[in-house]
T-cell receptor, first 113, second 112 residues
Framework: GNSVTQMEGPVTLSEEAFLTINCTYTATGYPSLFWYVQYPGEGLQLLLK?????DKGSNKGFEATYRKETTSFHLEKGSVQVSDSAVYFCALSESSGNTPLVFGKGTRLSVIA | EADIYQTPRYLVIGTGKKITLECSQTMGHDKMYWYQQDPGMELHLIHYSYGVNSTEKGDLSSESTVSRIRTEHFPLTLESARPSHTSQYLCASSDDVSDTQYFGPGTRLTVL
């Protein structure tokens, strides 16, 4: 079945450091890929998405590229801020769209000033 | 901006009580979902619905039940709450085109 494996946390970085959170997936067909973010005390919000191979999703300085050859969708940001402290979830939607999203286990990021 | 609402935001109840967690959305989405989120952050899908009068169980066995009588409303009911039900419950909805899920703010339930 479909699955998502993401880097375990917690991850602690200093402000302005470079961020990478790894995400790999297993899926049949051509899934869509997502990154969601959950700030403390809130629900999840869509951060970015990509629907086909080589697509790059980007938002708020975060980027992720859909790599079919390595089945990966790693999240990156060049310079993190304290306000980026949150839990990040990688997810996939299978190509038929007939089953719910499959989420990774989440990675907690803490950014210190 | 997504318009999906959950009430209550926080609830503390005693063992054996019946409770209903409310979820409603104003986007006209056919698909709705309930997740249980454990303290370790992982999300577990407990129920979902792809339209009125359609409900399915998710990956995590749950003692809760759901109903979908109206498109905009997807309540979750626990007939007899237990301390093991203490958790954060998240509701979400999505449209048929993009599969992007929109989440509510969550209900944090504590059963004493």
């Amino acid at each position: 079945g479909n699955s998502v494996t993401q880097m375990e946390g917690p991850v602690t970085l200093s402000e302005e450091a470079f961020l990478t959170i790894n995400c790999t997936y297993t899926a049949t067909g051509y899934p869509s890929l997502f990154w969601y973010v959950q700030y403390p005390g809130e629900g999840l919000q869509l951060l970015l998405k990509a629907t086909k191979a080589d697509d790059k999703g980007s938002n708020k300085g975060f980027e992720a590229t859909y790599r079919k050859e390595t089945t990966s969708f790693h999240l990156e940001k060049g310079s993190v801020q304290v306000s980026d402290s949150a839990v990040y979830f990688c997810a996939l939607s299978e190509s038929s769209g007939n089953t719910p999203l499959v989420f990774g286990k989440g990675t907690r990021l803490s950014v210190i000033a | 901006e997504a318009d999906i609402y959950q009430t209550p935001r926080y609830l503390v109840i005693g063992t054996g009580k019946k409770i209903t967690l409310e979820c409603s959305q104003t986007m006209g989405h056919d698909k709705m979902y309930w997740y249980q989120q454990d303290p370790g952050m992982e999300l577990h899908l407990i129920h979902y619905s792809y339209g009125v009068n359609s409900t399915e169980k998710g990956d995590l066995s749950s003692e809760s039940t759901v109903s979908r009588i109206r498109t905009e409303h997807f309540p979750l009911t626990l007939e007899s709450a237990r301390p093991s039900h203490t958790s954060q419950y998240l509701c979400a909805s999505s449209d048929d085109v993009s599969d992007t899920q929109y989440f509510g703010p969550g209900t944090r339930l504590t059963v004493l």
